[in-house]
């Protein structure tokens, strides 16, 4: 892309997004790179990692007070593909646990005395207000339509699941019309989603739905 039409949109979504407040929690780094994009300090502690459906489940269903739950770790996932993959890493990442189910994998870390100390300073930061907490899931890692169901049910003001199903019955589903099977992780769907999704209209109280003009100048 052109860096003078990039530093335009940056603009754009910077200025739309200049009087919001908003906490944003996310399964794996998409929400990182909104803040990145707009270069906003993290207002949430959900940055540089990825959670798997079923902690993410769980953590949204005991949300937020397991933000209040001391951080510990573990040598091992208790899910069998999260070792696997881990193991092809030659940094093996920090494994979080909030609680006895909720496991964090801080895949972007160096070490536990670095995700401890981030993650306590950007969970300081958290807002304090429901309306401002805004949700993204995604149909990655094994997601089950049975995961994306609980999802949909849970009672959250914002929320919203991207996915490649265009025949999905979520109905906070954004649907990426992708030919490969595997959905992108954090990082692509970034530069996927504005094409199909406005995040700062969402992030301003809005559907999120895209404009005419949002393929053209959607930044986030």
């Known amino acids: 892309m052109n860096s003078v039409v990039h530093r335009f949109r940056q603009a754009l979504a910077g200025k739309r997004l200049m009087k919001a407040e908003f906490s944003i929690v996310s399964n ?42 001391t ?21 093996r990442w920090p494994i ?9 994998q801080f895949m ?26 805004y949700f993204k899931f995604c149909d990655r890692d094994g997601c089950t339509a ?17 996915t490649t199903q265009q025949d999905c019955p979520s109905r906070c589903a954004v649907k ?4 490969d099977s595997s959905f992108p992780d954090g990082a692509a769907l970034s530069r996927l989603s504005p094409a199909y999704f406005d995040t700062a209209d969402w992030l301003v109280g809005g559907s ?8 053209y100048l959607n930044c986030v």
């Open 208 to 215: 999120g739905r895209v404009r005419w003009w949002g393929p």
């Open 71 to 91: 951080l510990k770790f573990k040598t091992a996932s208790d899910e069998d593909w999260v070792n696997r993959t881990r193991a092809a890493f030659s940094n």
């Open 28 to 69: 794996n780094c998409w929400g990182a790179h909104v803040y990145q994009t707009i270069g906003r300090e993290y207002t949430t502690p959900f940055v540089g990692l990825f959670i798997t459906p079923a902690s993410y489940l769980r953590l949204l269903m005991e949300f937020p007070e397991c933000l209040s739950l």
């Open 176 to 179: 990426i019309p992708l030919k």
């Open 96 to 104: 979080g646990s909030l609680g006895d189910a909720i496991e964090i």
């Open 146 to 162: 049975e995961q994306v169901a609980l999802f949909d049910q849970l009672p959250f003001q914002n929320k919203v699941f991207f």
């Open 108 to 133: 972007h870390y160096e070490s536990e005395a670095e995700a401890s100390e981030k993650w306590t300073r950007r969970v300081a930061r958290f807002s304090k207000q429901p309306g401002q907490w």
